[in-house]
């Protein structure tokens, strides 16, 4: 029974997801272009944030005006390019890509936008290279490798001043989070990261159900 409410509350969100897409703001031709090309040609294309969590992210961006945002997880581009909409001026947007070819690709677009003197690249490991990048962040957006989400957030959360903002995607996990029995290790990784993140009282948090689902955290 329980199988069977999540398959229809996924139809509900489905239909809810493509009503709001259609009265949202249409998205810029260069961002179009990179979901139309990461469609076409990427395996994973379904990693990509989307034009409707993409006008989230970029919403969210210009209400905050940071001047320091960490990405971590680049894929295509596309997410980072709508987080740099809501930069503050001067403000300089790092962007964190494991996989050397997305990198590549990313690098290219951004290279083409009106931000590319504000979006630096990091090619590698996400855990090894935060050490190494020194900034006072006012956004953090994570939305890379499931099981290292929580190794992410630790590594940051201290010294992130009150009133820095996080959001983390991917938090639903295709409904898979939902289950009785999880299984998969990304699934059991996201919901050890949210049942972390519940009773941290370190943050204000919010869970929302945006595309695969949301989170959005202020430091206290």
């Known amino acids: 029974m329980k199988d069977v409410v999540l398959q229809s509350m996924e139809f509900i969100l489905s239909a809810a997801n493509d009503y709001a897409l259609y009265n949202s703001s249409t998205t810029d031709e260069l961002l179009q272009e990179i979901h139309a090309h990461t ?18 992210l970029a919403m969210m961006s210009r209400m905050i005006k940071p001047k320091r945002i960490l990405e971590i997880g680049s894929f295509t581009g596309y997410s980072a390019l709508c987080l740099a909409k809501g930069l503050a001026e001067n403000g300089i947007l790092h962007t964190i890509e494991k996989r050397e070819a997305d990198a590549e690709t990313a ?10 003197d504000q979006i630096e690249m990091h ?11 020194h900034e006072d962040w006012d956004l953090v957006f994570i939305d890379a490798d499931k099981t290292g989400y929580l190794t992410y957030y630790l590594a940051l959360i201290d010294g992130m001043k009150a009133g820095s903002f996080f959001i983390v995607d991917n938090v639903l996990f295709h409904g898979e989070v939902l289950k009785e ?30 595309r695969d689902g949301l989170t959005i955290l202020c430091k206290k």
Do not use: C, W
């Open 39 to 56: 469609v076409e040609n990427h395996a994973e294309p379904h990693m990509i944030s989307g034009p409707l969590q993409g006008n989230f």
């Open 107 to 116: 690098q290219n677009y951004f290279n083409r936008s009106a931000y590319k």
């Open 123 to 133: 090619v590698g490991d996400a855990a090894s290279l935060l050490p190494s990048i």
């Open 181 to 210: 029995n999880i299984t998969g290790k990304s699934a059991k990784a996201i919901a050890a990261f949210n049942a972390y993140i519940r009773q941290d009282e370190r943050v204000e948090k919010v869970m929302l159900t945006v």
